[in-house]
T-cell receptor, first 113, second 113 residues
Framework: NAGVTQTPKFRVLKTGQSMTLLCAQD?????MYWYRQDPGMGLRLIHY???????AKGEVPDGYNVSRLKKQNFLLGLESAAPSQTSVYFC????????????FGEGSRLTVL | EDQVTQSPEALRLQEGESSSLNCSYT??????LFWYRQDPGKGPEFLFT???AGEEKEKERLKATLTKKESFLHITAPKPEDSATYLC??????????????FGTGTKLQVIP
């Protein structure tokens, strides 16, 4: 059972480049989330999805887009990367009935030069 | 606005030296309080959920307690493998769409052999 898998684990971008982070979960969870984690700050929610085909904005959505075409996958896109988006990104998921117990991936470290 | 404050930011203990981590919170209607463990370079791993004041949960050397304003994570006779960052999070009652979870910045625990 792989749980929540994020790819890539590391990426370096130049300002203005675009990229997509992929999150895949094999637990049949309805809810999926993208967080970012920065030093001295708690995990902050970027976007989330409550089911296949649905997405919604979290606390810090600007500069990011998401898609959930399949229940098991949640994609996070950066259309034009900025240095302020240098961070560690975490994907998480859970069952609709158990909203507090999040299952996290191992993270994707993104550096924007 | 929901807030979670964890203290201390960092804690260094000798192996076997018991201590407590603090999580103070303000939330408009607490649905649940959560503790997670995060190892370096990894995603957070769920430990406990507490729902109401007076509740306690235990797991090996860890014991979490909850009052109306704060939660404590007690670590009894810690071992070096307990070294990690411990995150506290609170979940507010439904705010229209998803169950919002607010994370603290964590306490970094180091246990010295």
């Amino acid at each position: 059972n792989a749980g929540v898998t994020q790819t890539p684990k590391f990426r370096v971008l130049k300002t203005g480049q675009s990229m997509t982070l992929l999150c895949a979960q094999d637990m049949n969870h309805e809810y999926m989330y993208w967080y970012r984690q920065d030093p001295g700050m708690g995990l902050r929610l970027i976007h989330y999805s409550v089911g296949e085909g649905t997405t919604a904005k979290g606390e810090v959505p600007d500069g990011y887009n998401v898609s959930r075409l399949k229940k098991q996958n949640f994609l996070l896109g950066l259309e034009s990367a900025a240095p302020s988006q240098t961070s560690v990104y975490f994907c998480a998921s859970h069952f609709r009935s158990n909203t507090g117990e999040l299952f996290f991936g191992e993270g994707s470290r993104l550096t924007v030069l | 606005e929901d807030q979670v404050t964890q203290s201390p930011e960092a804690l260094r203990l000798q192996e076997g030296e018991s201590s407590s981590l603090n999580c103070s919170y303000t939330v408009s209607g607490l649905r649940g309080l959560f503790w997670y463990r995060q190892d370096p370079g990894k995603g957070p791993e769920f430990l406990f959920t507490l729902y109401s004041a007076g509740e306690e949960k235990e797991k090996e050397r860890l014991k979490a307690t909850l009052t109306k304003k704060e939660s404590f994570l007690h670590i009894t006779a810690p071992k070096p493998e307990d070294s990690a960052t411990y995150l506290c999070a609170v979940q507010a009652e439904n705010s229209g769409g998803y169950q919002k979870v607010t994370f603290g910045t964590g306490t970094k625990l180091q246990v010295i052999p």
